[in-house]
């Protein structure tokens, strides 16, 4: 949604420096405002929680899996042959390669939570959208943008504030006019922390991807790279 009002924020740039604007009507929303009072998007992140804390969860059992197979290895070096401890190594090594990409696979970039935030968040962000469209042929306005989005907004005249409007629409007015949350005060489902010393492994923080920390064995033949 935030993309979507982004460029409906370029044209009215565009409008104003081709200097037709001066015949057109403007005015602002707070989406993320509006989405806070729809009980589906509660819903929605109560799901993205949830399953968050799920696959955390089932990351931090395969950790659990990885130390064990590392502190065994280490009580037992000195009794296994050349052979076996590559042998191991190799274990070791691939369990861990099996964590990490099971960590970017859920919280990578583009991961499944990220997918599925975008699955459960799309119905009500389009839903919000047809009221915002509404309101836009009701009271002729040319353009809304988002208070939320990324356009900086150094001050707005409430007068242009058609976020009560908006609620209408959906059903969800107030006798008492609801009041906007301050700009970027409602943010997307956060992804839980890994373990410290984890390395990120997505160039997005809004994946939430991090990765486990890796950890060599004590010993290794002379013949493996790291």
């Known amino acids: 949604m935030k993309k979507t009002f982004a460029a409906l924020a370029s044209l009215l740039v565009l409008l104003i420096t081709s200097g037709s604007a001066t015949a057109q009507k403007f005015g602002y929303i707070d989406s993320e405002f ?109 353009i809304i943008f988002d208070k939320s989005g990324d356009l900086t907004m150094l001050y707005t005249n409430p007068v242009h504030d058609y976020t009560e409007f908006v609620l209408e629409e959906l059903g969800l007015a107030s006798e008492d006019r609801n009041q906007t949350a301050q700009k970027g005060s409602v943010k997307s489902v956060s992804v839980p922390k890994t373990p410290a010393g984890d390395e990120p492994q997505a160039d997005e923080d809004k994946a939430g991807s991090t990765a486990p920390a890796t950890r060599k064995p004590a010993t290794r033949p002379a013949s493996r790279k790291n």
């Open 34 to 142: 509006i989405m806070t009072k729809m009980p589906e998007y509660a819903q929605a992140q109560t799901e993205i929680n949830n399953l968050s804390q799920n696959w955390q969860k089932d990351i931090e059992a395969q950790k659990k899996d990885l130390d064990k197979l590392y502190r065994t290895y280490q009580a037992e070096e000195v009794l296994l042959t050349e052979p076996m401890k590559k042998k191991r190594q190799d274990e070791i090594l691939k369990k861990e390669q099996d964590v990490k990409a099971y960590q970017n696979k859920i919280f990578g970039y583009e991961g499944q939570l990220f997918k599925k935030r975008q699955e459960l968040t799309k119905p009500v962000q389009d839903r919000v959208f047809e009221a915002v469209e509404k309101v836009a042929k009701k009271k002729q306005l040319a």
